[in-house]
Structure formats: C-alpha cells, structure tokens
C-alpha cells in the first residue's frame, strides 16, 4: 500500500507518526512544505522538513514540539552577546548542524530534495518505508503583510481610515515567531509561487499513491503553500487514489499554532466546516473527497454532505501515535463507506 501525505511541521510531524503506527506496512511519502524556510546567519533554515525529520527520526523535543531533545543554546547566547541579529529566532547547537550541512550541500549545487534525502540517512532507514520530499526544490517564501506601526507614530495616532495606513510584508517567521502572530494579518503572499516546480518524485507519489492524506496542519501557511506549487494541486485533483482531510480546528479553535490569525485573511472562517468548504469536493474543483472533523463539530456533517463533500466525525486529538492512528483508520473508513 502506497500512501502520499501532504503536511506541515508540528502538526504534521505528530499525524505521520499516526499513519506509520496504524499501516506500518505501508510505503510513505510525506511532501512537507517549504514555503516557511529562511535564511538567517548566512544559513538555510527548513523547519518543517527539520521537525517532520527529527520527530519521525526519534530526535524531536517532544515537550516542544520542534527542535532537537536534549538541545543547548550557548551559540544563539554568544550572538546575542555580540549583537548579531536576528536574535529572536533561536538556533540550537545541536540543530545548528543540520543548517550547516544542508547550507555547504546548497551551495554544492545540490537541490533540497537530494539535501533532504542525504540529511534523512541519519534520522529514517529502508526499513522505516517512509520518504521525506520538500514541496520544491525551488525558493518560494511565505510574507505576511501587515500595518505598519510607523505610520501611526510619524501621525500621533492611528490612521483615520484604511486608505491612510501604509502596510509592510514581513517573512513568516518574523510574523510567527517575533511577532507571536499578533498584528492583523491583511494578506498572505506566495513570493515565487508562480515559476516554482514540484520536487522531484513528488507528483509520481501523488500518482501511484493508494491512499492521499491531507494532514491537519495549518491551511493557509502549510497545506495552502504545497497545494499552490503548479502541478501538485492538479496532481491531488487528479489521482485515483481517494483523498482525505483532516481538521485541525476544534470546536472553533486550532489545536496547534495560530490559523486563527492567518484564516481571516483569506476569507475562511475559523470553524471545521469553513476550512472543509475552502478544500473543496474533487467533484467541483476542490482536493477532497471526504472531510474528517471532530466529535465536537459533528453538527457540521450533514451540511458539508448536502454541500456535496463527504464528511464524518471522530475524536481528533493526537495524544500519542496509536490515538492518532486509530482516527486515521476510522475516517478513512467513514470515507470508504
């Protein structure tokens, strides 16, 4: 059995763990995005592919979430000690390897999928039947584009009206991380989006997959980047194999991060069944063919199914591995049915 995942970092990592622990025979292929990488210290950062690599890898710090266990910090100290910015984003020592590495493999003139696979050598083995793939090989960043505090100090005050306030994009990670996600989000922009091409062996997973799984990371910063890489949309549209998503909104709530602060800006509500519609049914254009949401949006189901899209509910959470794989196996079974 051929099953290809499409996911983001946290999240994402703990839904693949799920999959391996309830078809532990299955061939995996997890095409995680890449559109939240940076270059920071002349270095380049992946931190989905680092998080889904190091959790599946046995290397995550679980209590975190990301990064690596049993991490120190004494590098990030001594830049701060010498004024280097950015200081907000932390580099492990341990984690500052892998950066190296796959920065040295860059410059090579290896590609990221090559760099992947080569930094996977350590972490995953043949025997684990489980690839990591990036989205691209190509640059493509997410920017979030926000007010710009300036304008209302150079005015005394707030702009009196929308036309007044000048915006700025700034990278993802300094909305997520720097920022906590707290200014209005007015807009995501996919900067290199257009001319990007799918990695290679991504969209021949996407083919030959028995089984397509849309994790429940982010929509917007996480699912939205890898469905916009031309060809992999149509690629998920496309296949034989049934396609199932899974919500990471709870009860009007995210269960990890903050898609409360992304969704609104692009025009989805903050609930289940919004996130679903915005997915869409394969029959009418969309990437699902069913929609797995929580016990605690269950009244959500017959509305998306007299939508036209397929949907069930079961309980969600991803407390450990088998929890998880035990939902993923009951909503695949919902949509089968």
């Not at 005015?155 to 929308?162: H, L, Q, T």
């Not at 709530?253 to 992304?262: F, I, N, S």
Request: proline fraction near 6%; hydrophobic fraction near 45%.
């Amino acid at each position: 059995m051929q099953i290809a995942i499409l996911a983001g970092g946290v999240g994402g990592s703990r839904f693949v763990r799920g999959v391996r622990h309830g078809y532990p025979d299955a061939e995996l292929t997890v095409v995680v995005n890449t559109a939240d990488d940076i270059m920071l210290h002349g270095l380049h950062i992946s931190p989905d592919l680092d998080t889904m690599m190091y959790s599946l890898g046995g290397g995550i710090d679980a209590e975190r979430g990301w990064g690596r266990s049993e991490e120190t910090w004494r590098t990030s100290a001594e830049l701060a000690a010498y004024g280097v910015e950015p200081s907000w984003f932390g580099l492990g020592d341990l984690d500052l390897a892998t950066h190296l590495v796959r920065t040295q493999m860059l410059d090579a003139g290896y590609p990221l999928s090559a760099v992947t696979q080569a930094l996977c050598t350590r972490w995953l083995h043949d025997s684990d039947h489980l690839r990591l793939l990036p989205m691209t090989d190509d640059r493509v960043e997410t920017h979030i584009v926000i007010d710009d505090p300036a304008t209302s100090a150079e005015s005394g005050g707030p702009p009196s009206d929308a036309a007044e306030r000048r915006q700025r994009a700034v990278h993802f990670q300094e909305y997520w991380v720097k920022l906590h996600a707290e200014p209005e989000a007015r807009q995501v922009l996919l900067v290199g989006i257009d001319t990007a091409r799918p990695a290679p062996g991504v969209i021949e997973a996407i083919n030959a997959a028995d089984l397509v799984l849309i994790a429940p990371s982010n929509p917007v910063v996480s699912i939205g980047p890898v469905l916009a890489v031309p060809g992999i949309g149509a690629a998920v549209r496309g296949t034989r194999a049934p396609v199932i998503g899974f919500s990471g909104i709870i009860g009007g709530a995210p269960v990890l991060g903050m898609a409360h602060r992304l969704l609104p800006a692009i025009g989805v509500q903050t609930d289940a069944e919004s996130v679903g519609r915005h997915y869409g049914s394969r029959r009418d254009g969309g990437v699902l063919d069913a929609w797995i949401v929580d016990n605690a949006d269950a009244a959500a189901v017959p509305r998306l199914t007299e939508a036209g899209l397929a949907a069930g509910s079961t309980d969600l959470i991803m407390s450990e591995p088998a929890a998880t794989a035990e939902f993923i196996q009951h909503g695949v079974k919902l949509a089968c049915e």
